[in-house]
């Protein structure tokens, strides 16, 4: 089932990406042949999603303070058909708090309060995406959001490179067991996948973590996205994979 919009973008210039380097800074050249150092919002290592020549949209902010007024938000891939992907990471929690409040996610059940950056684990010193509370609620349910945009065909895959801090996330969550509900949201940021695995080649310890956790009780949501130049999506669930084994797929 697809909703409608939940996020719209402002307005988006077309280009193509010339390079990235730095993990912050893209060249790209616009549609009007101008070229401009863009902001890229996003520290990992894009596997599969930073590919030069590939058509891209950013957006530009009006703010005279900013240094790189341009910001990278998407990218065109054809693994299977032309598919755009968000690469800009500020925003999945943005439209996850969305998805919230419209209640589009029903597994979750009937909470009536969303926090956001709720202190958590040992020490306090974990945050976590979002709390959801309520008193039709039997246990709190702590939900964690993770950007995923690496993919193999149709399979969306997390992480793309070795997490320490995906990890510890996951040992928290198991750590809230039973008391409360424990989620993995996966942001699967592009439309074209409709399956959803561990990225066990580029993090294989992630992968074991998480299906322990999972075999302890912590809940997986793979939440599919259609990322276009005219918005966001929500498409639903990806059937989650967790008893595929280690995957050895070439980056």
Known sequence: MTYDRIYCYPTLYPGILLKRYKRFFADIELATGEVITAHCPNTGPMTGVCTAGSLVQVSLSNNPKRKLPYTWEMIQVSDNEPTWVGVNTGLPNQVVKLVLQKHLIPQLGNYSQIRGEVPYGLDKSSRVDFLLTGTDLERPIYLEVKNTTWAKERLALFPDTETTRGQKHLR??????????????????????????????ADTVYGKLLREAVARGVEVLPCRFET?????????????????????INT
């Open 228 to 248: 276009k130049p005219d918005g966001i999506r929500y498409l639903g669930l990806a059937d989650f994979l967790p008893s595929m084994p280690l995957l050895k």
């Open 172 to 201: 928290e969550l198991m750590r809230l067991l039973p008391e409360a509900r424990a989620v993995m949201l996966y942001f699967i940021n592009r439309g074209d996948c409709t399956h959803f695995a561990p990225g066990d080649s």
